[in-house]
Structures are given as C-alpha cells and as structure tokens.
C-alpha cells in the first residue's frame, strides 16, 4: 500500500480524500490542516487529523504527501518547506512562474535526497502531455488551448474582491467560431479576445452601484479588459441555486501537415468535460503519486514535472498487463 498524506483540506484536499478510496493501492494516514484539527472529521474512518506545523514528526509515515494548497501564496513556500521531509506532489498551477517553483522545489528536493513532482493536474497537467505528444508528432502547425466552459475560481475572487460584491462566479467560455476554425486545419491567428469570452453572475449588497460594478469588472487589468466580458446580476439564492458547482474543461487542439508537400492536413484534439474541476484534479494527482512513490523507490530524487514520468508509472496494472490490454 501507498502511505499518502495530504497537507489542505479544502475542495482540493477532499477531492484526494475521495479519490485515494477509488485506489486499491493507495491508503490515507494522516491530514494536516491550519485549522484546529479536531474541527475536521474525515470521511475515511481511523485517519487522524494532525496540525500543519507539526507535519516533519510524521515523515517516516508517509510514502507521498499530495498538496491542496493554493498557487498564489501557499505552494511557492509549502512545497520547498515539506521536500525536506517527504515526496511530495502539488498543482502549482500559475504558468508564468512554473521555472522558478521547479528551481526551488528542487534545491530543496535534491539535497534532503526526496521526489517532487510540481504542477500536476490538467493544465497544467494532462494538457501539458498532449502539447508536447501532439508538437512532436506534428513538428510544422500550430497549437491552441481553449478553456471552459467552466468556472474560473481565480477570476470569481478577483470580482468578489470588489466593494459592494457579495459572491460571484465567473465563467470562461471558448469561442465556437474560433473553435471551429481551428478544428477545420486553417490554423487561424486568434487573439485572446477572439478565443474566450467571460460570463460574470454577480451578487450585490443592497443598494449597491452596479454600473460602477460592471464597469470595474470589465477594464480589469489581467483578467477582464482583454475580453468580451458579459455582467449578470443576479439574488443571492440565483447564484446557489444554478452556479454552485465547480465545472471545467477545454481542448488542446494541434492542426499541421504531414506529405512530401504539406499536402494532408492533421487535427488532433483532446478534450475534458468535468462536473467538478477540484474532483478531476484530485484523482491526477493520487495516479501520479503513485508514479512518484515507483520513481522514488528506485532512486529518483530533485523535482520532476508530469513530462518527466512514462505513462506505465501511473497505472496500478503491471507491464505485462498493460501490454496485454493497453497497447
């Protein structure tokens, strides 16, 4: 059995929590949390909820630790601090700063001789693989990744962030022209404007100035002024009524020409339609903390990302059953 671990117990941790119960080979021992531990019953019965800081008394009890952190403040500082102790596996999922969080992770990885696998989910993530897949086999084209439709839990607390919102939930929703387009092979120029629209469901207090609301919401900078941005507002029990769920998806689409003249157009596409993206995200990383428990054992140590790991290290079948019923 792999012993996991998971440090948060959000959306993201009790998604782990659910999908370590679809493994046969995988076992949960141990939660840590910020919170008072003893305001945290499991789902899995006999698994003890311990405080975060106390996480390095446990690091001889636990084959992976998943982290269910956030991106933007608790992984960049999380993920060095517990590869000192254990293998570990986040989602660190801000694209731009990717290099720098592997650099980190493995200084830390690599000199207390542990595995570290960074930025796993489905994008990045399984979007990641089928970029790289979908380049090499196509050397000459052109790749697109759309987005949606699906909530975008970044974008909904930047509007909540504003004076007077009282919740809100944003969607990204892909293009259909442009998408098909791209599924035609005529690899088109897309701005990002042309790509994806945003869809806003708000809430707002009382007597709140919705035009200087709306307003705000589209000229903001790195989130809304780059697209058509539609604002609804809505009551309160609208919201919790249609918007509670956590949906997502999206395609990578990968068009080029193969012949001895360009003459054969080629589209490959892979799509996700999840009905929850924090359920989804959990159940890549329990399969590939199984990789990381292999790897580990056979003396991988420093940090590693979903391109560094074959696909036979995530499944719990064996070579022989793989090429049997896989290939």
Known sequence: MIRIGILGYGNLGKGVENAVAHNADTQLV????????DSITPITKGVNVYKAEDIANYKNDIDVLILCGGSATDLPKQTPEVAKYFNVIDSFDTHANIPQHFQDVDNAAKQNNTLALISCGWDPGMFSLNRVYAESVLPGGATYTFWGKGVSQGHSDAIRRIKGVLDARQYTVPVESALEAVRSGKNPQLTTRQKHTRECFVVVEEGADKASIEKQIKEMPNYFADYDTTVNFISMEELK????????GGFVIRSGQTGEHDEYNNVIEYSLKLDSNPAFTSSVLVAYARAVYRMSKEGKTGCITVLDVAPSYLSPLSGEELRAKML
């Open 241 to 248: 009524e249609k918007h509670n769920g956590i949906p997502h």
């Open 30 to 37: 141990a939660i840590f949390t910020r919170r008072n531990p």
